[in-house]
């Protein structure tokens, strides 16, 4: 938002540096961090990049390489410093550690009382935006988009930690091992909620000790002793399906909770933050664009919200058909069944489908209105409505669907169609996306008529 020409007040409950989980940090966050300034310092910070992780889901125990070394493993106390900084280098007031009391409504904006390391502060706002994650301060109406997960986790050091992360499919839970930077090794343990509730029998830390144990996260080590308390947090997944009014916006997890299993939960909050800042932005400066700006951050989220829910009934299904029982067999069941997503092609297009095929828009296609950010604001785009999409699609790849779709003519090849665009977007560009149409059911072969 400062970037937008606003001022801004970041009330930060925790003194920094401090232990957070969401260690584990997927090869998007790195892009993300570049459009925020941010990339240089956590690229100076050190932080291990991920080249191998142990993995026993859907068989075995086995080795996944990535020879690019896209994700990171952070402290999240260090990474959250570095976010912090930058924040303050653009001009943000930071209130730290901080706590709000009190937000009353007051003439259009807020008045927000705030407790500021003991001194009392009051700041009079247009804009609240709550990002105080699964305690939002906010009311709203959340949804549960899947099952009721609980995590135990604990830090361990010594001498003969693993160095590589894990992940493994047990018999009633998973488990997640993540080696730091600073040398503590987190095992994490996910359960179901109803179930642990039922078989209470013992102390947190034995239930604990005694989960990681039916797993292989710890079966080489010796020398290692637990260095924090076994602590408890809701993995649940959900979506707030009130995250923005003309005055409010949730970012984060007080918007949208994803299932662990993706291990992008801080990708998409920053994400989240990014599209939020646009969102808060047209609600200040454009209000009669109010309605499209709200609809946009909503349907965002919603989608991103099905997306990860189906991809992590596949990942859970994989693990089911290999263990079944009901713990895994109720994660890979999803409650909605819907068409695949915009970013899943039906299957590859060959080279010869390509330039032999000749096509025209299929007759179950419609434009429609939708609303998408564009530069600093939220406006209504021409997008792209069919059967095959799960919602309707405006951009693919940063380019604009609908005028390459204007006056299409009827029997080109789909490589002649890329090519009539070249001067527009680049020929690579234009191959990938006819590809895409074809593959979903956009541009379909014509039939030729016997006469």
């Known amino acids: 938002m400062v970037q937008l020409g606003h001022h801004v007040c970041l009330v930060e409950r925790s003194r920094f540096p401090r232990r957070h989980l969401g260690e584990s940090l997927s090869p998007g966050v790195l892009p993300l961090l570049e459009t925020i300034g941010a990339r240089e310092?956590?690229?100076?910070?050190?932080?291990?990049?991920?080249?191998?992780?142990?993995?026993?889901?859907?068989?075995?125990?086995?080795?996944?390489?990535?020879?690019r070394e896209q994700g990171l493993l952070v402290d999240r106390g260090d990474f959250d410093r570095i976010l912090l900084e930058r924040a303050r280098a653009l001009g943000v007031r930071v209130l730290q550690p901080a706590i709000v009391r009190e937000c009353q409504s007051d003439n259009g904006g807020w008045r927000v009382n705030v407790d500021a390391d003991g001194s009392a502060v009051q700041i009079h706002v247009d804009f609240l935006a709550d990002a105080s994650g699964?305690?939002?301060?906010?009311?709203?109406h959340v949804r549960r988009t899947g099952c009721r997960t609980l995590s135990l986790y604990a830090y361990w050091r010594g001498r003969d930690l693993p160095q590589e992360p894990r992940i493994e499919a047990g018999s009633d839970a998973w488990y997640w091992g993540v080696p730091l930077p600073e040398g503590a090794y987190n095992t994490l343990v996910f359960v179901d909620v109803k179930h642990f509730r039922a078989a209470r029998s013992s102390s947190l830390t034995a239930r604990f000790l005694d989960l990681l144990g039916r797993s292989g996260l710890m079966a080489a080590c010796s020398d290692v002793h637990l260095d924090t308390p076994v602590l408890a947090a809701d993995a649940t997944p959900y979506l707030d399906e009130d995250s923005v009014t003309p005055s409010t916006i949730k970012v984060g997890d007080a918007a949208l909770a994803i299932d662990p299993i993706s291990s992008s939960g801080v990708q998409k909050a920053i994400q989240s933050a990014l599209a939020a800042a646009v969102v808060a932005n047209t609600l200040l400066l454009k209000p009669a664009s109010r309605d499209n700006?709200?609809?946009?951050?909503?349907?965002?989220?919603?989608?991103?919200?099905?997306?990860?829910?189906?991809?992590?009934?596949?990942?859970?299904?994989?693990?089911?058909?290999?263990i079944g029982?009901?713990?895994?067999?109720?994660?890979?069941?999803?409650?909605?069944?819907?068409?695949?997503?915009?970013?899943?092609?039906?299957?590859?297009?060959?080279?010869?489908?390509?330039?032999?095929?000749?096509?025209?828009?299929?007759?179950?296609?419609?434009?429609?209105?939708?609303?998408?950010?564009?530069?600093?604001?939220?406006?209504?785009?021409?997008?792209?409505?069919?059967?095959?999409?799960?919602?309707?699609?405006?951009?693919?790849?940063?380019?604009?669907?609908?005028?390459?779709?204007?006056?299409?003519?009827?029997?080109?090849?789909?490589?002649q169609i890329a090519r009539s665009w070249s001067d527009r977007i680049p020929l690579q560009s234009g191959l990938a996306i006819a590809g895409w149409l074809l593959n979903n059911g956009i541009l379909v072969e014509v039939v030729s008529c016997a006469s």
């Open 325 to 415: 029982g009901k713990f895994w067999e109720d994660r890979a069941s999803h409650p909605e069944s819907s068409p695949p997503s915009v970013d899943t092609p039906h299957a590859p297009v060959d080279a010869r489908a390509l330039s032999a095929a000749r096509v025209e828009l299929s007759r179950q296609l419609e434009f429609v209105e939708l609303p998408c950010i564009d530069g600093d604001f939220v406006t209504v785009k021409p997008a792209l409505r069919h059967p095959n999409l799960v919602s309707p699609a405006a951009y693919l790849g940063g380019w604009e669907l609908a005028p390459l779709l204007q006056r299409l003519p009827a029997g080109s090849t789909p490589l």
């Open 134 to 140: 699964r305690s939002a301060q906010i009311a709203g």
């Open 293 to 322: 700006a709200m609809r946009f951050y909503k349907a965002s989220l919603a989608d991103a919200s099905e997306r990860h829910c189906r991809w992590a009934a596949g990942h859970y299904g994989s693990a089911a058909a290999r």
């Open 41 to 67: 310092a956590v690229d100076a910070a050190g932080f291990r990049r991920v080249r191998r992780v142990y993995v026993k889901w859907d068989s075995d125990l086995q080795v996944r390489e990535d020879v």
